[in-house]
C-alpha cells in the first residue's frame, strides 16, 4: 500500500507555460515534505521541501504548494524550460530535523517540457 | 566533496551468482540508506543505518539480500543467490542530521541486471 502516491506517470507541458506536479499521502504523521528531480543515468537530487508548519515555500521558478487537510502537495514550475525535462520524486518524511528517520518516495512523475 | 560514491555502475550477472554493491558516502554524513528503483514499485527504501548501525531493514525483500556497513566510509549490499526479479537500479544514499533540512544525497546508482 503507497504512503505516497504520484497519480501522473507523466506530463508534457510547452516551454514557457507553467508545469503542475501533483502528490498524495496517506499517512497523518508526516511532517515533511520533499521534491527530487532525477535525470536518466543520475541519482535522484534534492529540489525543494517543505515542512507541515507552511503551506508555501518558494525557491525561484519552483514553488511547493502543502494542503494538510487534504494530504495533498503539487509543485508548481513557472516558467518551464526543456532543462526541467526528468522524473520528479514526491518524498514524505515522519520527522524534521534531528533523526533522520527514512524518506518515503512517490513512484515518480516524467515530465516533459517541448521547445 | 565528490558526493556519493557507488560501484559498479553496471552489472550483469548470471542467476545464482552472488553480486555486491558498494557505496561511499559523504565524509562526515552519519545516515546511510539502500534504495532500489524498479518500473513497478518505484524507489523502495531497503535498509538504513546510522552511525553504522542497521536502523531499519523491514525493506530487504528476502533473506538473499545482505547490507553491512563496518565503517563510517563504506557500505555493501550483497545479494546471494541473485535472480533475475532482482534486476533494478540500486541508489546509495546519505545525509546528516540537524540540518535545517533532512534531504538525502544520492549516488549515481549501480544498474544489475541478472540473467
Known amino acids: 500500500d503507497q504512503q505516497v502516491k504520484q497519480n501522473s506517470p507523466s506530463l508534457s507541458v510547452q516551454e514557457g507555460r507553467i508545469s503542475i506536479l501533483n502528490c498524495d499521502y496517506t499517512n497523518s504523521m508526516f511532517d515533511y515534505f520533499l521534491w527530487y528531480k532525477k535525470y536518466p543515468a543520475e541519482g535522484p537530487t534534492f529540489l525543494i521541501s517543505?515542512?507541515?508548519?507552511?503551506d508555501k515555500n518558494e525557491d525561484g521558478r519552483f514553488t511547493v504548494f502543502l494542503n494538510k487537510s487534504a494530504k495533498h502537495l503539487s509543485l508548481h514550475i513557472v516558467p518551464s524550460q526543456p532543462g526541467d525535462s526528468a522524473v520528479y520524486f514526491c518524498?514524505?518524511?515522519?520527522?524534521?530535523?534531528?533523526?533522520?528517520?527514512?524518506?518515503?518516495f512517490g513512484k515518480g512523475t516524467k515530465l516533459s517540457v517541448k521547445p | 566533496d565528490a558526493g556519493v560514491i557507488q560501484s559498479p555502475r553496471h552489472e550483469v550477472t548470471e542467476m545464482g551468482q552472488e553480486v555486491t554493491l558498494r557505496c561511499k558516502p559523504i565524509s562526515g554524513h552519519d545516515y546511510l540508506f539502500w534504495y532500489r528503483q524498479t518500473m513497478m514499485r518505484g524507489l523502495e527504501l531497503l535498509i538504513y543505518f546510522n552511525n553504522n548501525v542497521p536502523i531499519d531493514d523491514s525493506g530487504m525483500p528476502e533473506d538473499r539480500f545482505s547490507a553491512k556497513m563496518p565503517n563510517a566510509s563504506f557500505s555493501t549490499l550483497k545479494i546471494q543467490p541473485s535472480e533475475p526479479r532482482d534486476s533494478a537500479v540500486y541508489f546509495c544514499a546519505s545525509s546528516s542530521p540537524g540540518q535545517v533540512n533532512t534531504e538525502a544525497f544520492f549516488g549515481q546508482g549501480t544498474r544489475l541486471t541478472v540473467v
Open positions: 518524498a514524505a518524511s515522519p520527522n524534521y530535523g534531528g533523526s533522520q528517520g527514512n524518506l518515503i
Open positions: 517543505i515542512s507541515s508548519i507552511k
